[in-house]
């Protein structure tokens, strides 16, 4: 065990750190630095001191998604000043940094290339070790940074950008998929409807505000794979249905577009919600994990929780505004699997990236 490196408070408490794990955070459109220290012992949650995020939404709205190249470039000009405001935030000494971490897969190559290099040459000037880390066991485990983190085993509903995954979790590293997409992921299903209907980009957290104000038993939308007797997902069918009812509407589309979007977050969040339950009565735990951006979705919070309430089963989320790709569930992803004596760091600087990734190279 490394020697205390720094000490700090947090929530009213004086902590001593075994460990300090800087996280670089740059798959995609955000550009997110954090420190999380460990904690005396492997059953205590690691601790997040500080984090800084820088949001490329505004740049590229412009064309109407995220521009690859543009992101990696807009990386290289905010990484640095994010992390001197992180350790500035922390109180806590750059040297004092025991581990860097960045995120190595999946996402845009460029933009990987990016945050692995500066957390390499940034831990070869220090003399530390780096951890490379999958981007969706981060969105994973990111509940952990809540204020009220769960307790291993849960299931857990991963709601990812390209990704929609049951998974049952029984520690750090103890994966087992229960079911996944097999075609278009929640996410996608949220940001490609609205596409289809003009909001522009991004396109789910649109989609879901504008709902907000429409009937979501307007439009009678297919709710794939819904009665298929498995935990497997698809959203591809319920796209095209959008994309047809969307062609019928026509010159009227732009007065019955917040129907359209609320009878479209209905079927996306039914389809969630009752494969989660099930997931839930077949493994027979009791506690569920929601983690990834779709997670921020008002209406499927809300109707988890309803559910959950009933049945006396626990719901745990990322805070909201980590929800989306940030350094902090890096940061948290590494600590804990340094913590549990399932990730290695390494003093061999020389590394690559992973822009497909598949999580079940880490599932046991």
């Not at 983190?149 to 979790?169: I, N």
Request: hydrophobic share 45%; glycine share 10%; proline share 5%.
């Amino acid at each position: 065990m490394l020697q205390p490196s720094c000490n700090y408070r947090a929530s009213g408490r004086d902590y001593t750190s075994s460990m300090l794990i800087l996280g670089i955070e740059s798959s995609c459109d955000e550009t997110g630095v954090a420190l999380v220290a460990t904690a005396e012992g492997p059953a205590q949650v690691p601790v997040l001191l500080s984090h800084a995020l820088y949001s490329q939404i505004e740049m590229h709205q412009a064309y109407g998604g995220v521009v690859p190249e543009l992101a990696s470039r807009d990386h290289i000009r905010r990484v640095l000043p994010l992390t001197d405001e992180v350790m500035q935030a922390s109180g806590c000494e750059l040297q004092a940094v025991d581990v860097v971490a960045y995120t190595r897969g999946p996402g845009l190559a460029g933009a990987l290339l990016v945050g692995a290099g500066v957390a390499c040459a940034l831990a070869a000037s220090l003399g530390k070790p780096v951890l490379g880390v999958h981007h969706l066991e981060g969105h994973l485990l990111s509940p952990f940074l809540s204020q009220d983190p769960p307790e291993f085993p849960f299931v857990a509903l991963l709601v990812s950008g390209g990704h929609t995954q049951l998974m049952r979790v029984d520690g750090v590293g103890q994966y087992a998929l229960l079911g996944e997409t097999i075609d278009d992921a929640a996410g996608e299903a949220f940001d490609k409807s609205a596409k289809l209907m003009g909001l522009g980009y991004p396109g789910g957290p649109a989609l879901s505000r504008l709902a907000q104000t429409g009937d979501s038993q307007a439009f009678k939308l297919p709710r794939p794979l819904l009665h298929s007797g498995d935990l497997d997902f698809s959203f591809a069918g319920l796209k095209t249905a959008v994309m047809t009812q969307a062609r019928k509407l026509g010159d009227t589309l732009q007065t019955r577009k917040a129907d359209l979007a609320a009878s479209t977050q209905a079927a996306i969040v039914e389809v969630l919600v009752k494969k989660s339950m099930t997931a839930l009565r077949e493994t027979g735990l009791r506690r569920l994990v929601v983690a990834g951006g779709v997670g921020a979705n008002h209406s499927l919070r809300e109707q988890l929780n309803a559910l959950c309430q009933k049945q006396n089963i626990r719901v745990h989320y990322p805070e909201l505004h980590l929800c989306t790709d940030n350094g902090a569930m890096i940061a948290m992803a590494a600590a804990m699997r340094l913590q549990a004596g399932v990730g290695q760091a390494t003093t061999r600087y020389a590394f690559d990236v992973k822009p497909r990734w598949p999580l079940a190279e880490l599932l046991t």
